[in-house]
Nanobody, 120 residues
Framework: QVQLAESGGGLVQIGGSLRLACTTS????????MGWYRQAPGKQRERVAS??????????RYADSVKGRFTISRDNANNTVYLQMDSLKPEDTAVYYC???????????WGQGTQVTVSS
């Protein structure tokens, strides 16, 4: 059974930082692409950041809205992907979801989400 479990969300002030973690089980972590989406109330889901598998040389991509502020990384030894979020803004408030996908049959797996709230 595949499981993705996010942690690290919470309430933070404008300009603050949070580090999200997503720990996985049931997949061979290093051959899966990993990433984060977010969804705010009344808005479309937005892909925030992604990081490639070993075969994709851990290539990273970011939404324009978070470039220079967010950093995605992965720890293959611990089956975990991280999202370091700095200089947080109110518009970063959303539920953040971790996902895993592959390059051979396009299967996706999702976590349950973690709430991030940025306030003044």
């Amino acid at each position: 059974q595949v499981q993705l479990a996010e942690s690290g969300g919470g309430l933070v002030q404008i300009g603050g930082s949070l580090r999200l973690a997503c720990t996985t089980s049931g997949i061979v972590f290093n051959i899966w692409n990993m990433g984060w989406y977010r969804q705010a109330p009344g808005k479309q889901r937005e892909r925030v950041a992604s990081i490639g598998s070993n075969d994709n040389i851990h290539r990273t991509r970011y939404a324009d809205s978070v470039k220079g502020r967010f950093t995605i990384s992965r720890d293959n030894a611990n089956n975990t992907v991280y999202l370091q979020m700095d200089s947080l803004k109110p518009e970063d408030t959303a539920v953040y979801y971790c996902y895993a996908n592959n390059d051979w049959d396009m299967t996706d797996y999702w976590g349950q989400g973690t709430q991030v709230t940025v306030s003044s």
